[in-house]
Structure formats: structure tokens, C-alpha cells
């Protein structure tokens, strides 16, 4: 139970539900990481939350997980690449800390796919490159139309 003496939700506008940007290519920045342990507890990954810093879905969250202790080796070998993508990206290439990512503008390559337990849509990071490679973030389908996103046709 939480005390939430003082609240009043005529104040406040709520919040409406989120649906996932649509798939592109977006400029945003690591705003938070931290490491967790997987469900079965044979692992940690490393949780990362971004932010979509310009365009129609600037403020955006996405979130990403690197899986960087794993008795799967191969597991731990495409979170590690992933990593080292995201580090050059940033020009960070020896990080102590993921704090060290934070802040940082980078390109993120977002794709949509349906969640294994509700069948829902949502976002995921498919990769990650520098803000000046000439991949410059594009503006999605449905935005730069103005018409209906793809997934709700």
C-alpha cells in the first residue's frame, strides 16, 4: 500500500496508451542503463533506455537489453557486438561505466515486432551508428505522409 494523500486526479491529465513508433531510423540518446539479472538467474543484462531527441516522437522512450553475462556464449558474443556498436557510435570505446553512454547522440535503427506474451506491437532496436555517418535519421513512413502508420492499415 502507498499513501497517496494529496493526489488529485482532476488535475491531471491522464496519460493515454503509447503505440510504437513506426519502423526508421531515429537520432536519440541513452538516458539510463542498469544491470539486472536475467529470469533464470544463470545471467545479467545490461537494460538500456533511450530517448528520441528530435522529429514528431521527440521525448520518446525505447529500451534495449544486452545480455552480457550468459552461459550462452553466443548470447553474451551478440551483446558484446552490440555494445561495441553502440561505443563507437558514441566515440566511447573504452567505457568504465555505462553512465558513460549517457547523453550521447546516436542513430538507432528501430523495427516493430509483435511481444511473445500479448501478441501486442512494440519497438525494437535493431542497431545503432554514429549521428555524421551519412545515415542521417529518416522520418517514417506514416509521418513524413502524414498518413496512417503501416501496422494500423
Request: glycine share 8%; hydrophobic share 35%; charged share 25%.
Amino acid at each position: 500500500m502507498a499513501d497517496l494523500n494529496g493526489f488529485d486526479a482532476t488535475n491531471v491529465e491522464p496519460n493515454a496508451g503509447f503505440d510504437p513508433i513506426p519502423a526508421g531510423k531515429y537520432l536519440a540518446a541513452i538516458t539510463a542503463s542498469e544491470m539486472k539479472p536475467t529470469k533464470n538467474g544463470k545471467g545479467e543484462y545490461l537494460e538500456l533506455e533511450l530517448e528520441v531527441l528530435e522529429g514528431p516522437f521527440k521525448g520518446r522512450k525505447l529500451w534495449d537489453r544486452l545480455t552480457l553475462r550468459h552461459p550462452n556464449t553466443q548470447t553474451v558474443e551478440i551483446a558484446r557486438g552490440t555494445l561495441s556498436a553502440i561505443c563507437r557510435a558514441v566515440n566511447v570505446l573504452r567505457p568504465r561505466d555505462s553512465v558513460e553512454l549517457h547523453n550521447l547522440p546516436l542513430v538507432v535503427s528501430v523495427a516493430i515486432k509483435n511481444r511473445e506474451d500479448t501478441g501486442e506491437p512494440t519497438n525494437t532496436i535493431k542497431g545503432y551508428a554514429k549521428r555524421d555517418t551519412g545515415v542521417a535519421p529518416q522520418r517514417p513512413m506514416a509521418a513524413a505522409s502524414g498518413g496512417t502508420p503501416p501496422w494500423k492499415r
